[in-house]
């Protein structure tokens, strides 16, 4: 109804409130689901056509995991998970009636199956083969053969070059004190060597048939660096395949038994392409930074990374296209429209915006009061095309793709910057600079003479200071060769009495300066210094020597004077170098 | 059965292994507790352990109860795991138990005062990559505050053990710009894991953020011996060459590092180190096929389309920087080239437009006033101009370009004694530039000085090499000072330079300089030189209409050496003709066709340098006339 106006009203694809293409179903901002977006999962759990959210939820702070089943608005069902859950997935395990889903549920190294909600079975990862090295080397501790120092020695050595690295007793092992491996090893040697390993990530790939409704194998990324593909029925391992590196995000294609593409972006911020039959990745594509989404849309991929950029590829890794965003990526995934065909990706963003994208094209934007951090979308209820995303705060957002809403291309940013629009910030002139300009005009001539004139009679007073300074020895720094001096004064105090501090340095290089003075001139009726004439130590070159003097104010008018301190030569009259000091007010007085 | 009873309670929680008869009755005790029933199992299954399938899988159950045990919920979520599992082949309170059996011998013997703490501590070691994804999600999705939390309690359970968590730490720290202790946490990582490569590259990249750029280049080396073939490694291998100036070292590796894989950032250090080298046709060669690689960087299309201004490749140079606009119409450096090009053909109100994104955007940008000032100046606002040039002194109060372009524009509003203290400012920061001492003689004629005038001249002519204006106002000066002679030997120099100019490139000619030249050589009795014939009719018709009216007015009086005599008369008191300012500068704006040679200078200020030259090329052709 309203969508036909929609886009011409709303814009760049902003969905306003009155023609916005979503109908607001549900929002809770108190919901309480923590998860992300690969521990969503519709599914038709009870084959009864009604469709149900599971959430494989962290819980506040990731501390208490909990697999939620939500019907609707609210949460039909809830139980305590042993530890945080990487990913969920619906799945069908048989071929046979009722044709109802399994629920996967991927958590450190198990996955836990669910059937009409009861658990049905749990799956462990293989444990991966210990390093026979380090094996025999715990067989002989076990026998008393090997002491404790040698063993770490020679599991220090494994560390260092072995392909297969050590279990994680053997590393804590490495890491104790010398007093505590007697006991450690007399505790642990009996025990055997394990290494495990836990999921990363889990998705489903269609065992044989293409249908809607397949069979479906599970597939796991997990943290050694493998691809394992799972028997539906059997639950053992049918393929498994080595990546590089660990696998965060994973995405599958076609059908196991025929032809399949698995794409894993992983951990080194490259996306590896893997076909049946190979077990190393056929193509690789380097992002250059970290992936924070993958999603597949036929035989292209569009990849968020930290850099805030959507990339596109091929299914054979060649670029297509890149899109900026505006804020950091939270999540990304999969909107499907089967009645329309359309297929498009959403990705939430840090601001708070949900944008949805067909290739490079901004289709809409869904401004949410939170961040979101996961997203859903797909049949809930009875609902086809129902959108389900879950905020930073635990809020859940429920919304509904109106029937007769199309997305319409060209929605997006198209066209100029709206910064375009804006006025040039010009500084104005005031009249009385178009007066001047004007005046200059008039005078150019006579202003420029009068000023250059005064600029040199500016220069010749300024030289002819300096030239007399430097004859009186009125200034702070001696210009006589032999004696380099500096002298700095400070005044501290409110008054009357004053603490007046010379510092007097000695600039030459090498040579002490001996025998110099320091007498003050001052105005007698308003000044009394204690010592207004002494001798100075000898100054080493280089140190800067603080002299010390009172100064008492005798006046309380308020007024203050100018006290000179000259530094001389013992049995000269010429000053060597000179000060004028401005002494302050004595505010002690004159409040008094 | 018979002897799973027995063992079943030994690791009751606190007791001291007790002898068997007593074992029964705890037995009964445990049962009836319901929170205790798992935790044997646990406990016991892990002591036991057989390589057998099953054993594994519930074994890495019971390590999640023990994590779990110690939580609030635990007696629930033992619930759970007893349910769940009930359906496999074995029951697992039986598994549990037939392993204690086993586990109970070894017991014995092993300490007499064994007990249960003991145990309990005993069999199981977390999985150290256990939340490892967790933590990886939070860092990619950039909530630190959230991946601190977790590789902080992450780190606790695995007594500092978890690699990836520490690696994690560590680039975080790198990001809040605690290099140093990045490169720590990195160094611990490669301790943790000397056969990881990663480690070594991440520790090289701390060390290169240092500007330690040689010990970065040995871990690099070390790097590359675990891992041949990797992009990353050799492309940052040629970085830090580049840094340390060893260029053909840093090709050969950003080389090797485009075959293994092709990255836009391996392309522009590249360019970089030919544009270091001065080579720019090769920089441009790199671009180029950078640009066919990703041909929607932003960043390489401005840098390709710099590179062709540099080298006065228009055409080319304007369309990669349109096509970097269409792709990120708010392209600061994109925008100011590609304005300032518009500047030179004059499109003055396009340019403004483009220079409103970035004003908006980036209002703190000298060379963007700067650029903002010359517009106005080219649509005769002298006003607006002044005040947009102003602000881009204030600004970059040392940038001698934009004191230029201000004392361009005072010239132009007849304001010398303003345009003397600019141009005199700009020639302290840019003592070499034989153009700013031709302007400053320009504004001393103008304010009754010709002694300095003509001193100013002699320095213009000394330093510049090809600019015939330079030649020729002070050839127009020392006519009006009577000085023939010295005339006309700066007015041949004049045309050695433009002959010299016509042979090395096409460069059009303003015609009012033309004109002025033509009027000077009747002037002096040279014949009409035929250096101009050319050019002028090319000029003619290119012109515009302003110019056109510009020209005419000239045209007028002139026609005999006396007119020429007044029009000089004229120019030189200036000031005393109540003329528009209109006249001097404005006319002019509209000349240039490609006739810059750009200077090779780095990044914004290309757009600028551009800018300003071509405003200077105006300014001296508006002065020919005078």
Not at chain 1, 317 to 334: C, D, E, F, N, R
Request: charged content about 20%; hydrophobic content about 40%.
């Amino acid at each position: 109804m309203a969508s036909g106006s929609g886009d011409s009203a709303g814009g760049r694809g902003e969905s306003t409130e009155v023609n916005s293409k979503w109908l607001d179903a549900h929002y809770d901002p108190m919901a309480n689901i923590h998860t992300f977006s690969a521990c969503l999962a519709l599914a038709d759990l009870h084959g009864d056509g009604e469709y149900k959210l599971v959430v494989g939820d962290l819980g506040p702070n990731g501390r208490q995991p909990r697999l939620k089943v939500l019907k609707g608005p609210s949460v039909l069902t809830e139980s305590p998970l042993p530890a945080l859950p990487s990913a969920a997935a619906a799945f069908l395990m048989e071929p046979h009636e009722p044709r109802t889903p399994a629920l996967a549920l991927a958590s450190g190294p198990c996955v836990y199956v669910y059937k009409n909600l009861r658990p049905y079975f749990k799956f462990s990862l293989p444990p991966l083969p210990p390093n026979p090295l380090e094996q025999d080397l715990w067989n002989q501790a076990k026998e008393d053969r090997i002491d404790p120092l040698t063993l770490k020695e020679m599991l220090e050595g494994i560390r260092e070059k072995a392909e297969v690295p050590l279990s994680s007793q053997s590393l804590r092992f490495l890491h104790l004190e010398l007093g505590e491996m007697e006991a450690f090893v007399a505790q642990h040697k009996t025990q055997p060597i394990r290494r495990q390993t836990v999921i990363t990530t889990m998705t489903i790939l269609k065992k044989n048939l293409a249908d809607e409704d397949a069979v479906s194998c599970l597939v796991l990324g997990t943290e050694n660096r493998e691809l394992l593909v799972l028997d539906p029925e059997a639950f053992t391992v049918l393929t498994k395949m080595n990546l590089p590196s660990v696998p965060v995000f994973l995405e599958a294609s076609g059908q196991f038994d025929v032809e399949f593409w698995l794409t894993a972006a992983c951990r080194d911020g490259n996306i590896y392409i893997l076909r049946r039959d190979c077990k190393r990745p056929k193509y690789c594509i380097e992002l250059s930074a970290q992936p924070v989404g993958l999603v597949r849309i036929h035989k292209t991929l569009v990849v968020g990374s930290t850099q805030d950029m959507l990339h596109s590829f091929t299914h054979k890794g060649k670029k297509l296209w890149t899109v900026p965003m505006p804020a950091p990526i939270l999540t990304m995934s999969l909107l499907e429209q089967r009645s329309r065909g359309l297929q498009a990706v959403m990705a939430g963003l840090a601001n708070g915006e949900m944008r949805i994208y067909r290739d490079k094209a901004l289709l809409n934007i869904i401004r949410t009061p939170d961040a979101v951090t996961s997203l859903c979308f797909g049949r809930y209820g009875r609902e086809d095309n129902t959108l389900i995303m879950t905020t930073r705060g635990g809020g859940l957002v429920i919304k509904i793709l109106k029937r007769t809403a199309v997305f319409g291309e060209g929605a997006g940013e198209a066209g100029p910057p709206p910064a375009q629009a804006l006025r040039l910030n010009v500084p104005r002139k005031t009249r009385l600079y178009v007066d001047q300009t004007l005046r200059e005009r008039e005078a150019g001539t006579a202003m420029h003479r009068a000023f250059q004139m005064d600029l040199y009679l500016l220069r010749l007073r300024a030289a002819r200071a300096y030239v007399q300074a430097l004859e009186s020895s009125l200034n702070p720094v001696s210009a006589t060769l032999r004696e380099p001096l500096k002298l700095h004064a400070v005044v501290q105090g409110l008054g009357p009495t004053f603490k007046l501090t010379l510092h007097l340095q000695n600039t030459s290089a090498v040579r002490p300066a001996m025998g110099l003075l320091v007498s003050c001139l001052y105005n007698e009726s308003l000044y009394a210094l204690p010592r207004a004439f002494f001798k100075v130590p000898m100054l080493v070159p280089g140190l800067s020597y603080p002299l010390e003097t009172f100064v008492e104010c005798l006046s309380d008018k308020g007024i203050s004077d100018v006290i000179k301190v000259l530094v001389l030569r013992e049995g000269q009259s010429a000053p060597l170098l000179s000060a004028h000091i401005n002494m302050p007010v004595s505010e002690g007085l004159v409040a008094a | 059965m018979a002897e799973e009873k027995a063992p079943t309670t030994t690791q009751f929680p606190g007791t001291i292994e007790p002898q068997k008869p007593r074992l029964k009755k705890e037995d009964g005790l445990a049962e009836k507790e319901p929170h205790l029933g798992p935790l044997q199992d646990v406990k016991g299954n892990a002591a036991g352990a057989r390589p057998d399938q099953f054993v594994g899988a519930v074994r890495a159950s019971i390590e999640e109860a023990i994590l779990h045990s110690t939580a609030a919920e635990s007696s629930t979520l033992d619930q759970l795991m007893i349910t769940t599992y009930r359906e496999e082949p074995f029951s697992y309170l039986e598994l549990g138990k037939r392993h204690m059996t086993s586990r109970q011998a070894d017991n014995r013997d092993l300490a007499t005062q064994s007990n249960f703490q003991h145990i309990y501590l005993a069999p199981e070691f977390p999985i150290l990559e256990k939340q490892n994804w967790l933590i990886h999600l939070h860092y990619i999705r950039k909530d630190y505050a959230a991946c601190k939390a977790l590789i902080k309690e992450q780190l606790q359970e695995t007594q500092g053990l978890c690699e990836y968590a520490i690696y994690v730490q560590a680039l975080m720290y790198r990001l809040e710009g605690n290099i140093q202790e990045s490169l720590e946490l990195f160094q611990s990582c490669a301790v943790l894991n000397p056969q990881n490569a990663d480690n070594l590259k991440q520790v090289a990249r701390s060390l290169f953020l240092l500007g330690k750029h040689k010990a970065a280049i040995e871990v690099y080396n070390e790097a590359a011996k675990l891992n041949q073939k990797d992009w990353e490694i050799c492309h940052n291998l040629g970085v830090c060459y580049m840094y340390l100036k060893h260029f053909n070292k840093a090709k050969d590796q950003l080389h090797s590092a485009l075959q293994l894989n092709r990255h836009d950032l391996t392309y522009i250090m590249l360019g970089k180190i030919h544009l270091l080298e001065g080579e720019l046709e090769k920089a441009i060669d790199i671009y180029k096929k950078a640009v066919e690689f990703s041909p929607e960087n932003t960043e390489l299309l401005t840098t390709l389309g710099l590179l062709y201004l540099q080298l006065g490749i228009y055409q080319k140079a304007f369309e990669h920087l349109g096509n970097a606009l269409t792709f990120d119409p708010t392209n600061y450096k994109a925008i100011l080239a590609a304005g300032s090009m518009m500047q030179t053909h004059g499109d003055f109100d396009v340019a403004l437009t483009k220079y409103r994104v970035m004003a908006y955007s980036v209002p703190e940008s000298p060379p963007l006033w700067n650029n903002i000032g010359m517009c106005f100046f080219g649509k005769k606002k002298y006003v607006a101009a002044i005040s947009c040039l102003k602000r881009a002194n204030y600004l970059a109060p040392f940038d001698w370009k934009i004191l230029y372009n201000l004392g361009l524009v005072h010239l132009t509003m007849q304001q010398y004694a303003s345009a003397f203290h600019f141009l005199s400012a700009a020639i302290n920061f840019q003592p070499k530039m034989g153009e700013l001492y031709m302007l400053l003689a320009i504004a001393l004629t103008n304010l009754d000085d010709s002694e300095n005038a003509s001193r100013a001249y002699a320095e213009a002519v000394a330093l510049d090499q090809s600019n015939p204006l330079v030649n020729l106002n002070y050839a127009v000066l020392l006519y009006n000072q009577g000085e023939k002679k010295k005339a006309l030997a700066q007015y041949q120099e004049m045309e050695k330079k433009v002959t010299l100019l016509k042979g090395s490139s096409s460069l059009d000619f303003d015609p009012e300089m033309v004109e002025m030249a033509q009027k000077m050589g009747a002037a002096l009795q040279v014949g009409e030189a035929l250096v101009w014939t050319k050019p002028v009719k090319d000029l003619k018709s290119r012109h515009r209409t302003t110019s056109a009216n510009k020209s005419s007015n000239l045209q007028q009086p002139l026609g005999s050496n006396q007119a020429l005599g007044q029009a000089m008369s004229s120019a030189a008191g200036f000031g005393k003709t109540t003329q528009l300012p209109a006249g001097a500068g404005g006319a002019s704006q509209f000349s240039k066709p490609p006739s810059l040679p750009l200077e090779p200078e780095a990044d914004p200020a290309e757009a600028i340098s551009s800018e300003v030259q071509e405003q200077r090329e105006t300014q001296k052709s508006s002065l020919a006339p005078e």
